[in-house]
């Protein structure tokens, strides 16, 4: 069961602001789907998670400095800015 | 469609220059929606530059269509999503390093579904592709507008990205030649990222020999991508017996396997080894694929933040407020809904019983390939359990969702899969499945092959759009 909470809730944990019309929609889907999902519970719990195809682990290169993107390349894609710096949104109230 | 031969059969009489420009005319004209980005002048201009002689490489004065989430230094790259609508990269996708290093004449970005999330191209921000065989209905996805130009003659290759089946859909409904590498053959540096763990860019092409080739050009060593496996490829056709495996667990409606069971038993069973095989974990494979799709997109997509680059309101706000917004405004409704089911799966309570349980899956789904494998040399399905949908015709999102079954299990595993044309039932292309072992794209190429030289005739015959 999925309630329209549950949609506010998980909305707000993905940081994405919803309508009030699209709720129920939402609701409606993430519990098909979500029923649907529900197949993985006979899979036994004594299978080892594979969390990559390869046995790749850890790899590392030369900790060698090189050139950056240039400044105005980095910026070029922001709305806000200001004296060479990205401007983001307030992370306090008042 | 057209070959690489025949492009370069009719360079010899004509100019590089006038043959582009037929194919800007033909994309212009047309309705096939497959581009969404043109690099018109760039294009005409390195196309004068390899008629006076200056251009070499492997793909000199051949045009290649990109994928709209393939990054490309100064050319438009939206990955079919209004959050990235006037998004300008600064550098180069390492594939598109490698192009221009041979000499391709990359004419546009192709149209695709939100951030790859679809089958059908229905998502995109920039509106659906058409099927060359029938506009009324879509040309597959999410690599829908790679499929659709090769299909509808529009350009010579493509690049593709396949996430649960993204470059083996449009291939199979557009009646083209589309490979999945083994992870960490290409490069993802320069990709934008939907789901890391199983993604890969991969070529589509109007035959198997111009697919391979591409291959050669965008694999490879590049360091800047931690997973990729530092692996060089060449073609080298092998004329011998395979053995192969018709896997019983990826089926398809009437209409696809009248049209594979015809082909197994005409072409197939005469030439080659079959048996059958079974897969028994494939029965939990499409929810653990979207379980891990999700989450790992609810994670990946956090980036858009309406701040560095993408979809910016005018005025700042506070951070929450503003950054919600920015979201719900720039992201379409199957991307909201894939970020949200993500999230949950992750969230706390629930980790354990989807996310954890489908990586789970992913080992018994690695297992069944790799014991098939063992025996078999190839594995073969039909690509799609149905032929091309009506636009609009798969409304629900988990009906959509269910028709990647075929697809999903090889990018679980990781192993290499190919779609090639096998015919075609009511007009529309059909296409076939086939899966190798780690690294030997080189196996599925060489047995493609022979299958192409079985089906050309009638591939041939249909292929005019």
Redo the contacts between chains.
Sequence with gaps: MITKED?YH??????????EEEVEK?RR??E???E??G???E???D????????D?CN?F?EDVPSEP?PRE??L?????VEDGY????????G | MITIAEWRERLETESCYDLVSELFDRIERGKLNAFITLNKEEALRLAEEYDKGRVDGKLAGIPVAVKDCITTKGLRTTCGSKMLH???P??DAHVVERLKREGAIIIGKTNMDEFAMGTTTETSYFGVVRNPYDLDRVAGGSSGGSGACLGGDESVLALGSDTGGSIRCPASFCGVVGLKPT??LVSRYGLIPYAN?LEQIGPMACCVEDCALLLEVIAGKD?RD??N?GREFRFEPKERRFKVGVVKEMGGNDDVMGKFEEVVGEIVKPNFEVVEVEMPSF??AL??Y??IAMSEA?SNL?RY??????Y?L?K??????????V??EG?GEEV??R???G??AL?AGYYG??Y?????????V?RDFERALKDCDVLIAPTMPALPFRIGELAD??TM?KMDVNTVPVNL??VPALSIPIGFVKGLPVGMQIIGRFFEENTILSFALRIEEEVKDEIRRKGVA
């Design positions: 949609v998980i909305a707000n944990l993905a940081k994405i602001e919803l309508k939402f889907e993430f098909k789907i979500l649907y999902f197949v993985l519970d899979v036994p719990e299978v080892e998670p594979t969390y990559q195809v390869h790749l790899v290169r993107l390349l980095v070029m894609n922001a709305k806000h990205f401007k983001g949104p307030k992370i306090m109230e | 006037d998004y300008i600064p550098f992870y960490g763990s360091p931690s997973t496996a029965k939990y929810a653990a979207y379980i609810s956090a933040d309406g701040v560095r680059y993408g910016a005018d700042l706000d506070t951070w929450t407020r503003y950054f919600s917004k979201r719900a992201f909201k809904r970020i949200m089911l999230t949950y969230s019983k989807y954890l349980k489908a990586l789970r899956v992913r080992t018994l690695k999102p988990l969702y595993a990781g």
